[in-house]
Every structure is written in structure tokens, then in C-alpha cells.
């Protein structure tokens, strides 16, 4: 029997240029379908800064606009702000939501922007060649630490979420992964709730999304999908970080 796949309505029909096991085509793919099932095809806006996810406009079927590197909230910002009745989310990397991006992403969660970050966490610097990034774990090898990380000289893994989550603006912070099906519906799951919570006009909401790296972190597929259950969520533990929609449906 021949298997019919189904592709989501507002997801082009490009191929991915992402490699083999990447999760950035998951997450495209999660997005698109939320936008059909959600009704936001003419509202929703995304901002996709430089990096692995830089031609995220030649996917996902809705109004796009680039941002500098790490300015992904502060855009986001302006557009909503000029554009309120819109959906506007970031889909950043840890190289840039983490990084160059931090103190654009802390502030606009501080001032309760009602947006939503969508940040893809594969612990690495994807796009420029392996370099270890802010959420590269102690003793994981990239191509700038050859010998692993070393902490004492490098500083500890950035834990962007739980650091956004205790500013007040900030609504509802979840950390999901698509390493197998069942994370996949969660992210889902996910990113619905942090679209929604835009939509009621609650404040700022982000999704962190563990994702596989398979060619800088030198594995094959599967072995970068265990990788995630047996050592990255040891360091970003998955689950709710923060949700107080009930109190702000409360006021």
C-alpha cells in the first residue's frame, strides 16, 4: 500500500535545505499546521534572524521579516506594536536568542510584549561551523573546544528560560523537544498554548525547543536523538518553567 503524506497548508512546497535529522524542519512543519488550525494565516507574522533558520520565509506561507542577529525581540516588538491584531512570533537559535540576543529578549519579557519566541536550542553554533554557544553543555565538544567545555573557563550552559521566566511580563515559559513523537505533540501543545496566550493579550510567551544537531555534534540521526534524553535534558530539564495565564485571566 503506498503511504500519502500530508503536507500542511501554509508550508511551501520547497525542500528543506537542512541536514539530515535537523529539528528546524519538525518546527516549520508544527508552525505551519498551527497556522491552519489555528486561523491566523492572515494575522501571523514571523521574525527569523540570522542563522540555521535564517530562509525560514521559504517554508512556512505567511508574512515574514527579517531581523539583525539577536534583535528578533525587538522587531518582534515594533511590529506588534504598530500591528497589535497581529501574531508575531521570533523563531531564534541559541546563537542568537542566547547570545547576542539576550538582553533584547530579558527586556521585551520584562515589559510584557505580547509576543511569542519560538528558540531552538541544539547547543551549538549550527549555521557558522560548530562553535560552542552559550548553551554548549560543561565537557560537550564543539569545533572551538576541541576538548570539551570547560566551565571554569567558559562559564556554565545559559538557562535562557528559567532566566526569562522571572521577569513579570513574562506568562507562560515551556521547554519541549522533537527527539520522538511524543515530544513532538508536546511541543505542539506547546506552541499552541504560547500563541493563545498572545491572543487573549496576556503578555510574553516563549517555547524553548531541544533540537538535534547531527552534523556538529558529529553523530548520526538516532544517536543525536538519544543524545537529547540521555544529556541535554540532564541540563534543560523539560517540562512547564512558568504559567500564571490563569492569573492574568483572573484580572
Given at each position: 500500500m503506498?503511504?500519502?503524506?500530508?503536507?500542511?497548508?501554509?508550508?511551501k512546497?520547497?525542500?528543506?535545505?537542512y541536514?539530515?535529522?535537523?529539528?528546524?524542519?519538525?518546527?516549520?512543519?508544527?508552525?505551519?499546521?498551527?497556522?491552519?488550525?489555528?486561523?491566523?494565516?492572515?494575522?501571523?507574522?514571523?521574525?527569523?534572524?540570522?542563522?540555521?533558520?535564517?530562509?525560514?520565509?521559504?517554508?512556512?506561507?505567511?508574512?515574514?521579516?527579517?531581523?539583525?542577529?539577536?534583535?528578533?525581540?525587538?522587531?518582534?516588538?515594533?511590529?506588534?506594536?504598530?500591528?497589535?491584531?497581529?501574531?508575531?512570533?521570533?523563531?531564534?537559535g541559541?546563537?542568537?536568542?542566547?547570545?547576542?540576543g539576550?538582553?533584547?529578549?530579558?527586556?521585551?519579557?520584562?515589559?510584557?510584549?505580547?509576543?511569542?519566541?519560538?528558540?531552538?536550542?541544539?547547543?551549538?553554533?549550527?549555521?557558522?561551523?560548530?562553535?560552542?554557544?552559550p548553551?554548549?553543555?560543561g565537557?560537550?565538544?564543539?569545533?572551538?573546544t576541541?576538548?570539551?567545555?570547560?566551565?571554569?573557563?567558559?562559564?556554565?550552559?545559559?538557562?535562557?528560560?528559567?532566566?526569562?521566566?522571572?521577569?513579570?511580563?513574562?506568562?507562560?515559559?515551556?521547554?519541549?523537544?522533537?527527539?520522538?513523537?511524543?515530544?513532538?505533540?508536546?511541543?505542539?501543545?506547546?506552541?499552541?498554548?504560547?500563541f493563545?496566550?498572545?491572543?487573549?493579550?496576556?503578555?510574553?510567551?516563549?517555547?524553548?525547543?531541544?533540537?538535534?544537531?547531527?552534523?556538529?555534534?558529529?553523530?548520526?540521526?538516532?544517536?543525536?536523538?538519544?543524545?537529547?534524553?540521555?544529556?541535554?535534558?540532564?541540563e534543560?530539564p523539560?517540562?512547564v518553567?512558568?504559567?500564571?495565564?490563569?492569573?492574568?485571566?483572573?484580572?
Amino acid at each position: 500500500m503506498k503511504t500519502i503524506y500530508s503536507r500542511p497548508k501554509f508550508l511551501k512546497r520547497k525542500p528543506f535545505h537542512y541536514c539530515p535529522g535537523c529539528g528546524h524542519s519538525i518546527v516549520h512543519r508544527i508552525i505551519a499546521e498551527l497556522i491552519d488550525e489555528m486561523d491566523l494565516q492572515d494575522k501571523a507574522i514571523g521574525i527569523p534572524p540570522p542563522g540555521c533558520s535564517v530562509f525560514a520565509y521559504d517554508y512556512l506561507d505567511v508574512d515574514m521579516a527579517e531581523s539583525a542577529h539577536g534583535r528578533g525581540a525587538a522587531v518582534a516588538t515594533g511590529i506588534k506594536r504598530a500591528f497589535p491584531e497581529a501574531i508575531v512570533f521570533t523563531y531564534q537559535g541559541d546563537g542568537d536568542l542566547a547570545a547576542i540576543g539576550t538582553g533584547e529578549t530579558i527586556h521585551a519579557a520584562n515589559r510584557g510584549e505580547n509576543i511569542t519566541a519560538i528558540f531552538i536550542n541544539n547547543a551549538v553554533y549550527g549555521m557558522t561551523g560548530g562553535q560552542m554557544a552559550p548553551t554548549t553543555l560543561g565537557n560537550q565538544k564543539t569545533t572551538t573546544t576541541p576538548y570539551g567545555r570547560d566551565v571554569k573557563l567558559e562559564g556554565y550552559p545559559i538557562k535562557m528560560s528559567e532566566m526569562v521566566a522571572l521577569v513579570k511580563g513574562a506568562i507562560y515559559i515551556e521547554r519541549t523537544a522533537v527527539n520522538s513523537p511524543a515530544n513532538i505533540r508536546k511541543t505542539k501543545k506547546a506552541i499552541r498554548k504560547a500563541f493563545q496566550v498572545q491572543i487573549d493579550g496576556l503578555g510574553f510567551s516563549l517555547v524553548e525547543i531541544l533540537s538535534p544537531c547531527p552534523t556538529n555534534w558529529k553523530m548520526s540521526p538516532l544517536e543525536s536523538w538519544q543524545w537529547i534524553d540521555e544529556e541535554m535534558t540532564k541540563e534543560f530539564p523539560l517540562g512547564v518553567i512558568k504559567d500564571i495565564t490563569g492569573e492574568k485571566d483572573a484580572d
